[in-house]
């Protein structure tokens, strides 16, 4: 027995730990889309869900009940082995890929040496999903929402990779943990500042990644009723929709840890740097990922749809002109180890 | 059999049987479909072998862009199977010859005698502090600069060359011009006229 105990026990605590992140992660995804409506509901001076529970609070428990309820239909003529794969295809990766995010210094799954690679890496396998959908449906609106969403990804993938190859540039590492502690200092030492087109960038074509309003053309329902969802239905559906916000719960937390400083307090090097010492770390990441989730929503009830010409000069002829430009001045500061970031 | 082993055995198994099914299967997206499995098994493979970076880039180049715009062309294609199959006798010495011709080049490349447990030295492991990627960086910016550099310029202009072949100025199509439309004021698009009101008539 206590053989077996010792085989089975590496095994055993890292499963315990991917529980713990997957669970909290399901959690807020739940709760973003509660989130969700709410603001945008504020935003357009209305209340919001508020029925069930208190003050609306067991809302995201009712539709997952709902979905899971649901009778999951396959249309006749679709490719049925393809159409139901696809959903996993497309929530693998926006769950694997938080293997390599670390919420603190030391709080972090697997450590691995390239790991912003590694998540961009998984990250764009996510598009597998939504092609295979799209074309196992065997349906107009689905196919081109899923075309749509292959040529916006993939554009936008490419100024996110130059986004990234800045920050690498900036941080001398391809580790997570290493690119936080090359910003340690204060609120100005973040890469924020010296990498501001970057961020920029980083965080719009995150949005466009994510097939969020307002590069939400895969999913335009004025246009292509729901695009490359059309035909599911039930939990089928359900398991896109927690990609989608797992995706942006991502993107938002790879904002925080590359521009924002990560775990790292806005109030070092201040005078209020030893009243906020005792606050943990993961506080201060999960605030900077809310704050770039609130930006998600805030986005997709201000602004109108992207016409799909426009969504594909920005990415081509705007963004990865920007970033190139970027680069070398990055790589300027660099070498001319300009302060206070790169000294 | 330890559990190395074991991972390459799988990922070995689920290879073959993609790769052959690339070639096997009849329609074009389920071809593309293997192809991308092939890919990222092949990465796993590659990560037993410690060459981590090489592995992900292979997931990010190949499975993340170049593999969605291959299914992206196949899936706009509507391939029916019947007509590829009438010159199969025909087309089919040159076709044996050609794949002759490939097996017995990786045959002379790829052989045992040069691939075999005996010219090729187990890899040493590498402690946890190593990192795969700044070797291979600084392998290649130093020893390699000149293949690398040679390399890169050569897709430079292979880039350079398939716009120049393929980009023609159609005349007569209309196309926005983003700046104009930026740079437009209230005054070039609506007319304010000052009037008395009128006396309602009757």
């Known amino acids: 027995m206590a053989e077996f105990w010792e085989i089975i026990r590496e095994p055993f605590f890292i499963t315990l730990k991917i529980v713990a992140i997957l669970v909290p992660l399901l959690l807020a995804v739940a709760y973003l889309t509660f989130a969700e409506r709410k603001i945008i509901g504020y935003m357009q001076v209305r209340i919001g869900p508020n029925r069930v529970g208190p003050r609306g609070w067991l809302q995201p428990i009712a539709d997952a009940l709902k979905l899971l309820m649901k009778e999951i239909v396959v249309p006749t003529s679709s490719n049925r082995y393809l159409f139901l794969i696809a959903p996993m295809i497309s929530i693998a990766p926006a769950l694997a890929a938080w293997a390599a995010i670390p919420f603190t210094d030391t709080l972090v799954l697997a450590n691995i040496d390239a790991s912003l690679i590694y998540i961009l890496a998984l ?221 | 059999m330890d559990f190395e082993r074991f991972v390459f055995y799988v990922f070995a198994v689920i290879l073959v049987f993609a790769a052959g099914r690339v070639i096997t299967v009849r329609n074009p997206v389920h071809a593309a479909l293997h192809l991308v499995l092939a890919f990222f098994t092949c990465a796993g493979l590659w990560m037993l072998l410690e060459a981590e970076f090489l592995a992900i880039i292979l997931v990010l180049v190949y499975v993340g862009a170049v593999m969605v715009l291959f299914l992206f062309v196949v899936m706009m294609l509507d391939i029916n199977v019947s007509p590829l199959r009438e010159g199969f006798v025909k087309y089919l010495p040159l076709g044996f010859t050609v794949a002759l011709l490939i097996f017995a080049e990786m045959f002379l490349v790829l052989g045992v005698k040069n691939f075999g447990a005996e010219a090729v030295a187990i890899p040493a492991r590498h402690g946890a502090d190593y990192s795969n990627t700044r070797e291979l960086g600084s392998v290649l910016y130093t020893d390699y600069v000149y293949p690398f550099e040679i390399a890169s310029v050569i897709l430079l202009v292979a880039i350079i060359a398939a716009i120049a072949l393929t980009m023609r100025r159609r005349p007569g199509t209309r196309s926005q011009d983003p700046v104009e439309q930026v740079a437009v004021k209230r005054e070039d698009r609506v007319r304010l006229v000052k009037m008395q009101s009128e006396e309602k008539n009757g």
């Open chain 1, 123 to 343: 990250t764009s396998v996510g598009v597998y999903g939504v092609i295979i959908a799209g074309w196992a449906s065997n349906s107009k609106y689905a196919f081109l929402g899923a075309m749509r969403s292959a040529a916006q990804i993939v554009s936008y993938e490419i100024a996110m990779g130059f986004a990234l190859v800045g920050v690498l540039i900036a941080g001398g590492s391809l580790n997570l943990v290493e690119i936080v502690k090359a910003q340690q200092g204060s609120l100005v030492h973040w890469f924020w500042l010296p990498l501001f087109p970057l961020f920029l960038v980083y965080f719009i074509s995150g949005l466009a990644e994510t097939n969020r309003a307002p590069f939400d053309v895969a999913e335009g329902e004025s246009e292509i009723v729901a695009g490359f969802h059309v035909e599911y239905s039930g939990m089928a559906f359900a398991v896109f929709f927690l990609a989608e916000y797992a995706n942006m719960i991502l993107i938002a937390t790879l904002a925080a840890l590359m521009f924002l400083g990560g775990w790292l307090s806005p109030f070092e090097g201040t005078w209020f740097e030893a009243w906020f010492a005792w606050v943990p770390g993961i506080f201060w990441l999960l605030a900077k990922t809310s704050l770039f989730l609130f930006c998600f929503l805030w986005f997709r009830a201000t602004f109108p749809r992207y016409r799909y010409d426009q969504i594909m000069r920005l990415g081509w002829k705007v963004f990865i002109p920007i970033t190139i430009v970027w680069i070398v001045v990055a790589g300027g500061l660099v070498l001319g180890e300009v302060g206070p970031w790169f000294n």
